[in-house]
């Protein structure tokens, strides 16, 4: 008992994630007494534990990956000392190993490289999990600066899965001389970066389930690149740091999300003692922002620990021990939406304040446990930070959070609505109540069309004074990326509308209550001077008030049935009315692909909403008081 005992523990303690696939199976390895190399997979759908191949020898592995069908393991390896010198007495060796292994059963061994850089391996996996590749295509990135697709067909030979002319495997070269490589496993996409004088351009490859890649992005960069040692993020767990620090490794991430925004995060060498510096380019706006913190207590090397996650409505800039920034990446223009968290407030729970690294979106690796966890805003403690904030900025970030992005319901109205009956005198700068409101019915109409959500406000605040304590923000307008492919489905085509709209000046798309202005003036001018005489404009504008109020019911009280507004009250009427076509309108110039009839009833069902949230809001206020 005790020899198994110690021999579990010692296989506990060389266990290391090296990969983790993009349907979620984790690829690890453990070595046994013998310091035999091992291979396995777990499942956390099933949460089983699957072997994979075992050496009988101690390896140093660098990278391991296995296909969709799980007949085929590649992998990457050093050497061990001991053997590269034996051999070196009889011939050169190689420093690392690039092997393909059949795994169903367990049988051929192919070398795909042998040479001295470190090489890493991934199998492309197909975006839909129903849709599988007619072949398996593996990539090679290496150290060298090179990136190469192999395209592997396996076929059936009695009860086991072969590779079907393996001597001649085709292969294709991707990209060579980069700097910089990110691997974004769940949408297959590969990012590099090729210097073009002092700074560099970022490039993208989509891969796609048939088996084809496009070169699909350029974005011309202004980040100084001199003296910057390779750099490759998503391609490694951490399990194995076999090159040598560089003095100056270029700490930047990209991050997309399906909402159709993408940024790239840039960690930047401080000037002063005591200073973190880091920006976020917003490509799908056009401009980037520079952030610089002041701590008082720093060790400069903890620059280098400075870690960036994508929260899918957030980037977050993570600085263990010190602070946990979350800038809102969908709605940047206007830093309400930002939070900036310190002491307890910036602690992840769960997590050691140790190295830990971001494999996928919304998910981090703490190397220190082996542990992967999943990354998630919640709720309650949203609702917690709410009451206890005393700043306006923490408040508003907190209230755009749960109202845009958790999603606004009816429970967690509720507990809105308590907060800001007790709160709202108190709150100097914005005004709750119309955030609630504006903010809620956003959430709510948004989805019924594509591309409303960038025509409808999401806010009532059109500037925003107030600065985050300890934080100076710069703000830089940038080249807009260059799409290579037009006609794009899913995340590309939104990040082209998304350009679209800075092109044509997007500060103009959101409606505001600026644009009912003129006209209301108009139409009350013209009751003081024409009387009760009505234009045709006024006849329509009369025709959508109609039509609005005849989406309420009446309220039954005790006594009588109470309508919800008063149709003697004509001004009231002008301006129902005038909404609904000055929306309209607003939404026809833009939604072009959506037909007259469909515009006109989002119109009168976002006014029909928003007056019973007027209504609903001064109804909840009678009952807290």
Not at 369 to 379: A, P, R, V, Y
Not at 524 to 540: A, D, P, Q, S
Not at 552 to 573: A, G, H, I, K, M
């Amino acid at each position: 008992m005790l020899i198994v005992s110690d021999n579990l523990l010692e296989s506990l303690e060389t266990l290391q994630t090296v990969n983790i696939e993009r349907n979620g199976n984790v690829i690890f390895t453990w070595k046994d007494v013998c310091r035999h190399t091992s291979i396995g997979l777990y499942d956390p759908n099933s949460q089983t534990n699957e072997h994979l191949y075992t050496f009988e020898k101690d390896l140093h592995v660098i990278s391991c990956s296995v296909n969709n069908e799980k007949t085929l393991l590649a992998l990457s390896f050093l050497q061990s000392t001991n053997e590269v010198r034996a051999d070196l007495l009889l011939q050169p060796v190689s420093k690392c190993l690039t092997l393909l292994i059949e795994i169903c059963p367990v049988n051929n061994v192919k070398v795909l490289k042998a040479v001295d850089s470190h090489i890493r391996v991934q199998f492309l996996y197909p975006v839909a999990e129903a849709h599988v590749f007619p072949e398996s295509c593996l990539l090679l990135i290496s150290e060298d600066k090179y990136v190469e697709k192999f395209d592997i067909r396996v076929v059936k030979a009695g009860h086991a899965a072969v590779i079907e002319n393996s001597s001649r495997l085709p292969k294709t070269k991707i990209a060579d001389d980069f700097i910089w490589i990110q691997w974004d496993t769940l949408e297959q996409r590969l990012f590099y970066i090729v210097p073009k004088g002092s700074s560099g351009v970022l490039n993208c490859v989509q891969f796609y389930p048939d088996k084809s890649f496009t070169l699909i992005l350029e974005v011309l960069l202004d980040i100084p690149l001199a003296d910057t040692g390779l750099k490759l993020v998503s391609l490694e767990c951490g399990c194995y740091q076999g090159q040598e620090t560089e003095p100056q490794l270029l700490n930047l991430q990209v991050f997309t999300s399906e909402k159709g925004w993408m940024c790239i995060c840039h960690s930047i060498a401080p000037i002063n003692p005591g200073e973190v510096t880091y920006s976020v380019f917003f490509l799908h706006k056009g401009y980037s922002k520079t952030y610089t913190v002041a701590l008082e207590r720093m060790d400069p090397l903890q620059v280098k620990d400075l870690l960036f996650l994508n929260l899918d409505y957030y980037v977050a800039v993570f600085l263990p021990g010190h602070f946990l920034h979350l800038v809102n990446a969908q709605f940047p223009d206007l830093m309400s939406g930002d939070f900036f968290l310190t002491g307890e407030d910036a602690k992840i729970n769960g997590l050691h304040e140790s190295t830990i690294v971001s494999p996928l979106k919304s998910a981090v690796l703490d190397l220190s446990t082996g542990s992967l966890f999943t990354l998630e805003i919640n709720k309650q403690a949203l609702l917690q930070f709410l009451w206890k904030s005393k700043l306006d900025g923490e408040r508003l970030a907190t209230l755009h959070c749960l109202l845009l992005h958790v999603g606004s319901t009816a429970e967690l109205e509720t507990e809105i609505i308590k907060w800001i009956s007790e709160n709202v005198s108190t709150c100097f700068t914005f005004d709750p109540i119309q955030e609630f409101i504006i903010a809620s019915l956003y959430w709510r109409m948004c989805p019924e069309v594509s591309n409303l959500d960038k025509l409808l406000p999401y806010t009532s605040l059109v500037d925003w004074k107030e600065l985050i304590p300890e934080v100076t923000c710069t703000t830089h307008f940038m080249s807009l990326p260059v799409l290579k492919v037009q006609n794009c489905k899913g995340f590309w085509e939104k990040l082209i509308s998304s350009l679209e709209c800075v092109k044509f000046a997007e500060s103009h798309l959101r409606f505001n209550s600026k644009m009912l202005g003129r006209e209301w003036e108009k139409l009350r001018l013209h009751k003081r001077t024409e009387g009760k005489r009505i234009t045709t404009y006024m006849t329509t504008v009369l025709e959508y008030a109609e039509k609005v109020f005849s989406n309420f019911s009446p309220w039954s009280t005790e006594e009588r049935l109470v309508p919800l507004f008063q149709d003697e009250d004509y001004e009231q009427q002008l301006l129902t009315g005038l909404m609904v076509a000055q929306l309209k309108d607003h939404l026809t110039r833009h939604l072009q692909c959506v037909g007259k009839r469909r515009i006109e009833e989002i119109a009168v069902d976002y006014v029909s909403k928003l007056d019973t949230f007027e209504c609903a809001w001064l109804c909840s206020q009678l009952c807290w008081i």
